[in-house]
């Protein structure tokens, strides 16, 4: 730890490099909430980590997490990133509810691979719409998301067809949910699409929930575009 353990870090339009290190902190935040305003946290070097334990006070960091970086979540309460990421190791949320919102990405660039995986453990991933623009891709296509007894959430917004396709879902553990909601009333739809669902263990399972679920019209809906494995036409049985 370059910084003393479990301090906030504020990043407002700098940088900050981890340059191999592993550092733990209480909060990553920045001033302003408008994508580009919280500046960068990146790794030159590998095996950069970042591990961050919240306090129970939502947070909102308006910057981007690139590099050779891993990012660790837990704590409390809500952390929203409202910039574009792309680091390139994996991701743990281990508590509380991480949003990804505005302009909110766990993306992959030219030349750049994005976050190998995203583990939500006893946690929620909410990947959110509802702010200042609706967005087609916030999470990789091919970036497995692997679930223990966790919440992964979409979350349309009003007036739209919002859509979102993320990689395969592993349930790795316990009961996980994940919910669609379209926004507001009247002509509005949210699809979230799961590139494959595997169960990883005899006992996790899955509930998929949202209003009027998977009805014709305007409403929620889950696809699984590369299928799921069925026992006697059962997933997971």
Not at 66 to 76: D, K, P, Q
Not at 219 to 226: F, L, N, Q, T
């Amino acid at each position: 730890n370059t910084l003393t353990p479990n301090n906030f870090l504020v990043v407002n339009g700098g940088t900050v490099d981890l340059d191999g290190n592993l550092q733990y902190i209480s909060g990553l935040v920045s001033d302003g909430t408008i994508a580009g305003s919280g500046g960068i946290v990146t790794g030159s070097a590998p095996s950069s980590t970042l591990v961050m334990n919240q306090d129970n006070t939502a947070r909102t960091f308006a910057g981007s997490i690139t590099g050779n970086v891993t990012f660790a979540r837990a704590g409390l309460n809500t952390f929203t990133l409202t910039g574009a990421s792309n680091y390139t190791g994996s991701t743990y949320l281990m508590g509380g509810t991480t949003t990804l919102k505005d302009f909110g990405t766990l993306l992959g660039t030219p030349g750049v691979s994005g976050t190998t995986d995203i583990r939500v453990r006893y946690a929620s991933l909410v990947i959110d719409n509802t702010g200042l623009t609706n967005m087609t891709d916030r999470v990789g296509d091919s970036i497995p998301i692997l679930l223990r007894d966790a919440t992964l959430s979409f979350l349309g917004r009003a007036q739209t067809d919002s859509t979102e396709t993320v990689g395969v879902v592993h349930l790795v553990e316990g009961s996980s949910t994940i919910n669609v909601t379209a926004g507001g009333t009247g002509g509005n739809s949210a699809t979230l699409t799961l590139s494959g669902l595997v169960q990883d263990a005899n006992r996790a399972s899955v509930n998929f929930t949202g209003t009027n679920l998977g009805q014709i019209g305007s409403g929620p809906r889950v696809m699984i575009s590369g299928g799921a494995p069925l026992a006697n036409h059962i997933i997971g049985a």
